[in-house]
């Protein structure tokens, strides 16, 4: 099996549908219908990524992001009829990492999960024995064989997106990246305009790292380039 998923959207329908096309690719994939059930679910069920609907009743799929956040780092794909860039950029800002608007491309669907669960997965697999190799920058600490960021020596809890996102800058401290080079390296695929997107996670990245996220000292914008991780020694 490739993976637990669980569906959530009040339309069962959808349900339905998109567990078809998972389990055909190999998917376990567990089923609710509103957002108080896809807690429930995460508790019982060893899930490794959600899809989740916007609208629902009970608890909408967005405060339903923001409680999963509070406990777990796995991938969340929000699904939403509505595809206006301001909704997708409050999806994201929630906690999600990524966004797919209805009617869907059933394979572009399935490739997004399959992504997103391989950069879990891998940022997952941590083995203790090996000795981390450590890039430091002023208050900042990589662990590279941990996939760990250490800010005043306390681990930052960060998505596997997040996780990514700091790999790529850590690891090439002082480089500028342009928003479509960080699209391409962290989701793996091509994107048309990801400036939003990009835009979003590294916001959140800041709020869990800099001590006044709004005057940056490590995570920088270059205007009309990209971004950089400042160099601080």
């Known amino acids: 099996m490739n993976g637990c998923v669980l569906v959530v959207d009040d339309d069962k329908e959808i349900v339905k549908a998109i567990s078809i096309l998972l389990e055909k690719e190999g998917y376990t994939v567990q089923k609710a219908y509103d957002g108080l059930e896809a807690l429930q679910k995460i508790a019982e069920y060893p899930v490794q990524l959600i899809l989740i609907d916007v ?9 339903a992001v923001m409680k999963i956040r509070e406990k777990k ?13 301001t909704d997708k950029v409050l999806g994201l800002s929630m906690g999600a ?17 399959r992504s997103h669960l391989r950069r879990y997965t891998s940022l997952g697999d941590i083995h203790a024995s090996v000795v981390s190799s450590e890039i430091f920058n002023g208050r900042l600490s990589y662990r590279t064989d941990e996939r760990v960021l250490y800010a005043d020596q306390e681990p930052v809890k960060l998505t ?53 996220p709004k005057e940056p000292e490590y995570i920088k914008v270059v205007w ?10």
């Open 55 to 63: 609208m629902m009743p009970k608890l909408d799929g967005l405060s």
């Open 224 to 233: 009309g380039i990209g971004y950089k991780m400042e160099k601080h020694h």
């Open 160 to 212: 596997a997106t997040e996780t990514k996102i700091v790999d790529l800058l850590m690891r090439n401290l002082g480089r500028v990246f342009p928003a479509e080079e960080i699209y391409r390296r962290v989701w793996e695929e091509e994107a048309f305009a990801p400036e939003n997107t990009v835009m979003v996670h590294i916001r959140r990245i800041r709020e869990k790292i800099e001590l006044n």
């Open 73 to 85: 780092n796995l991938p969340i794909i929000v699904l939403s009829a509505k595809s206006e860039n």
């Open 97 to 113: 990492d990524d966004y797919v608007t209805k009617p869907y491309d059933p394979q572009e669907l399935v490739a997004r999960v």
